[in-house]
């Protein structure tokens, strides 16, 4: 009997100092911690899942470059090994999700997202490099952004990516409101993959973006996808 009572509890301590030593590795990181594992691991597979034009134009040292868009997706990520880590990012976290999602499903399964993707990354002030080839696209500048802003009607900024199935959803409405409201309301579209740089200095780190001002001066902003009439009724 006594027997039986010690083998259990010694069962009990040894289940608990198991579970204690047990860490859960988390499966979507910031920026910052990111850069952190990718200094300490050298196991890590890092994978960037933007297009060939993106990844050119800067990226992550050591990444490798496979589109989430491109037809061969598949047969990329079939050449890496299931037994290591796999760290994959984008500009801002939609596309690594869905990599992600892909990754697990064939069979990977230490599989960690950068969820504010390149754009938080730049907005750290973290390093990246580029290809010999890169194109130079600083985009506009603060002042230039500034100087869009001066007009006597409400002034609605759509910050977008081609690649954003959000921003695509939003841009029917915005073009019918553009035509609508045009003696009251002017919208700006800027493209985050042009306009780099003046990302950073609004510290936008994800899409979509919208930056409504007055006089010059914010009056309401949204991240995300929003509908139409929240929109317009922001707008009366």
């Known amino acids: 009997m006594y027997k039986r009572i010690f083998i259990f509890f010694t069962a009990i301590v040894l289940n608990s100092c198991g579970n204690a030593q047990t860490k859960s590795i988390p499966t979507s990181i910031s920026a910052i911690e990111f850069a952190e594992q990718l200094k300490t691991d050298n196991t890590i597979q890092l994978l960037d899942v933007r297009t060939p034009a993106e990844f050119k134009n800067g990226h992550i040292e050591n990444a490798i470059n496979a589109s989430i868009g491109g037809g061969d997706f598949e047969t990329q ?3 890496l090994n299931k037994s290591r880590p796999v760290f994959v990012y984008c500009l801002s976290g939609p596309r690594s999700s869905a990599a992600a999602k892909q990754l697990r499903d064939a069979g990977f399964k230490n599989v960690v997202e950068m969820h504010g993707g390149m754009m938080e990354w730049r907005s750290k002030n ?21 100087a869009l802003l001066k007009s006597d009607k409400l002034v609605l900024v759509d910050f977008y990516a081609d690649w954003c199935s ?43 973006v919208l930056k409504l001002y007055k006089n010059a001066k914010m009056i309401w902003d949204n991240l995300g996808f929003i509908d139409e009439a929240s929109v317009r009724k922001q707008l009366k």
Do not use: F, H, W
């Not at 973290?126 to 500034?146: F, H, R």
């Not at 035509?179 to 510290?203: E, H, P």
């Open 77 to 79: 990520i079939a050449t």
């Open 126 to 146: 973290l390093p990246e490099t580029k290809a010999a080839t890169a194109v130079n696209t600083m985009g506009i500048s603060l002042t230039q952004y500034e």
């Open 166 to 208: 959000p921003c695509k959803e939003m841009k029917p409405y915005l073009d019918k409101i553009a035509i609508d409201m045009a003696d009251q309301v002017i919208i700006v579209r800027i493209d985050a993959d042009a306009n780099a740089a003046l990302c950073k200095t609004l510290k936008i780190d994800a899409l979509p």
